[in-house]
C-alpha cells in the first residue's frame, strides 16, 4: 500500500495520525534563542499554547521542513520496505517545504521506489482535509502516481477559511515576512471599528471571505459559511475539519461551534477536531479557529 506522509502543518489530530502511521516531517519553530522541530506532539502543543507564546509579547517564528529532516523521515520508510510514497506538504507559495521535499522525492527516487510530491495549495485544516481524502484513496488501492493526480483535483475543489482575532498580529506576523497586505490604516481601522476578518484559502490563492462586526460573530459566521453548503448537499466529501489556535477544550466554549456540531451530526457529516499547527498559531494568531471543506 502506499504510505502518506505529511508535514506539521496538516491538522488532523494526533491519535488520527499515530493510528494511521503517518510521519510527520516537522517545521522548525524559535521562541527567542531556542529553536526545536513541531511534530505536532500533543504535549509539547499543549505546552505552548497554555504558556501563551503565541502572542506578540514574545519573539517566536516559524520555518519549512528542510531537506535533510525530509530525506530522514523519507530513508527510513524506505529501509523499511515502503516502495510506493507520497508526501502532502503546506501551501508551496507560503513555504519552501514543499521545494524542499521535491528535491528529496527526486534525489530518491528510483526504479524500485517511487516518491511523490503533492503541494496541497492549502493550509493547516485545508492540509488536515486532503490527508483524509488521500487515505480513502491509499484503502482503495490507488497507486501513488494516482493519489498525487485524485489529491490535485480534489484539491482544486477545497476551501479553507480561518477567522482572524487579532488584526495588529497579523499585520506584525506579515511585516517579519515582507508582506504588506495588511497596512497599518487598515489594522487601525479594523481595531477601531472591531471588524474582524475571515480568511480563505482556495487553489488559486487567499482572499478575505467576509468582515464581521465582534469576534464572536466572526466564528459564528466561519461555521455559518460551512453550514451553507452542507445543509445545500454540496459536500464532496461528508467531512470538516475543524482547528484551534489554543487548547483544544476551548474549541466547545466558540460561539456557533455546538449550533454547527448540531447540524453536522443532523447530515452525518464528521467532524474533525484539531489543535492548530504551531506554524498557525504563529502566523495566523492566538485564538483563530480554522475549517475547511470540499464543495461542488
Same mark, same amino acid.
Given at each position: 500500500?502506499?504510505?502518506?506522509?505529511?508535514?506539521?502543518?496538516?491538522?488532523?489530530?494526533?491519535?488520527?495520525?499515530?493510528?494511521?502511521?503517518?510521519?510527520?516531517?516537522?517545521?522548525?519553530v524559535s521562541v527567542g534563542k531556542d529553536a526545536f522541530g513541531d511534530q505536532r506532539n500533543p504535549a509539547q502543543m499543549n505546552h505552548f499554547y497554555s504558556l501563551n507564546l503565541v502572542d506578540r509579547s514574545h519573539q517566536v517564528q516559524s520555518?519549512?521542513?528542510?531537506?535533510?529532516?525530509?530525506?530522514?523521515?523519507?530513508?527510513?520508510?524506505?529501509?523499511?520496505?515502503?516502495?510506493?510514497?507520497?508526501?502532502?506538504?503546506?501551501?508551496?507559495?507560503?513555504?519552501?517545504?514543499?521545494?524542499?521535499?521535491?528535491?528529496?522525492?527526486? *534525489?530518491?527516487?528510483?526504479?524500485?521506489?517511487?516518491?511523490?510530491?503533492v503541494d496541497s495549495h492549502t493550509l493547516f485544516s485545508g492540509q488536515g482535509l486532503l490527508a483524509l481524502y488521500t487515505l480513502s484513496l491509499i484503502q482503495k488501492?490507488?497507486?501513488?502516481?494516482?493519489? *498525487?493526480?485524485?489529491?490535485?483535483?480534489?484539491?482544486?475543489?477545497?476551501?479553507?477559511?480561518?477567522?482572524?482575532?487579532?488584526?495588529?498580529?497579523?499585520?506584525?506576523?506579515?511585516?517579519?515576512?515582507?508582506?504588506?497586505?495588511?497596512?497599518?490604516?487598515?489594522?487601525?481601522?479594523?481595531?477601531?471599528?472591531?471588524?474582524?476578518?475571515?480568511?480563505?484559502?482556495?487553489?488559486?490563492?487567499?482572499?478575505?471571505?467576509?468582515?464581521?462586526?465582534?469576534?464572536?460573530?466572526?466564528?459564528?459566521?466561519?461555521?455559518?459559511?460551512?453550514?451553507?453548503?452542507?445543509?445545500?448537499?454540496?459536500?464532496?466529501?461528508?467531512?470538516?475539519?475543524?482547528?484551534?489556535?489554543?487548547?483544544? *477544550?476551548?474549541?466547545?466554549?466558540?460561539?456557533?461551534?455546538?449550533?454547527?456540531?448540531?447540524?453536522?451530526?443532523?447530515? *452525518?457529516?464528521?467532524?474533525?477536531?484539531?489543535?492548530?499547527?504551531?506554524?498557525?498559531?504563529?502566523?495566523?494568531?492566538?485564538?483563530?479557529?480554522?475549517?475547511?471543506?470540499?464543495?461542488?
Amino acid at each position: 500500500m502506499v504510505q502518506l506522509v505529511v508535514d506539521s502543518g496538516c491538522d488532523l489530530p494526533d491519535e488520527f495520525l499515530r493510528r494511521y502511521k503517518i510521519p510527520v516531517l516537522p517545521h522548525s519553530v524559535s521562541v527567542g534563542k531556542d529553536a526545536f522541530g513541531d511534530q505536532r506532539n500533543p504535549a509539547q502543543m499543549n505546552h505552548f499554547y497554555s504558556l501563551n507564546l503565541v502572542d506578540r509579547s514574545h519573539q517566536v517564528q516559524s520555518g519549512p521542513a528542510g531537506e535533510d529532516e525530509i530525506e530522514e523521515v523519507l530513508t527510513k520508510l524506505m529501509r523499511n520496505g515502503h516502495k510506493d510514497i507520497v508526501v502532502q506538504t503546506i501551501n508551496g507559495a507560503n513555504s519552501p517545504t514543499f521545494a524542499n521535499a521535491q528535491k528529496v522525492a527526486g *534525489k530518491l527516487t528510483n526504479d524500485e521506489t517511487q516518491i511523490n510530491a503533492v503541494d496541497s495549495h492549502t493550509l493547516f485544516s485545508g492540509q488536515g482535509l486532503l490527508a483524509l481524502y488521500t487515505l480513502s484513496l491509499i484503502q482503495k488501492g490507488l497507486t501513488g502516481a494516482q493519489i *498525487k493526480s485524485r489529491a490535485e483535483e480534489f484539491g482544486r475543489k477545497m476551501v479553507g477559511y480561518a477567522t482572524i482575532k487579532d488584526i495588529y498580529y497579523l499585520r506584525e506576523r506579515g511585516r517579519q515576512k515582507n508582506e504588506k497586505s495588511v497596512s497599518w490604516m487598515k489594522a487601525f481601522m479594523a481595531r477601531t471599528l472591531n471588524l474582524h476578518p475571515i480568511i480563505s484559502m482556495t487553489y488559486q490563492g487567499s482572499g478575505v471571505a467576509d468582515t464581521v462586526k465582534t469576534y464572536d460573530g466572526c466564528t459564528r459566521r466561519l461555521f455559518e459559511l460551512a453550514t451553507e453548503k452542507m445543509v445545500a448537499n454540496e459536500l464532496l466529501m461528508p467531512a470538516v475539519v475543524v482547528s484551534i489556535a489554543g487548547p483544544l *477544550k476551548d474549541l466547545e466554549k466558540v460561539p456557533g461551534f455546538k449550533e454547527f456540531e448540531k447540524t453536522a451530526a443532523e447530515h *452525518k457529516v464528521k467532524i474533525y477536531r484539531s489543535v492548530m499547527s504551531l506554524s498557525g498559531g504563529i502566523n495566523l494568531g492566538p485564538g483563530t479557529v480554522a475549517l475547511a471543506v470540499a464543495a461542488k
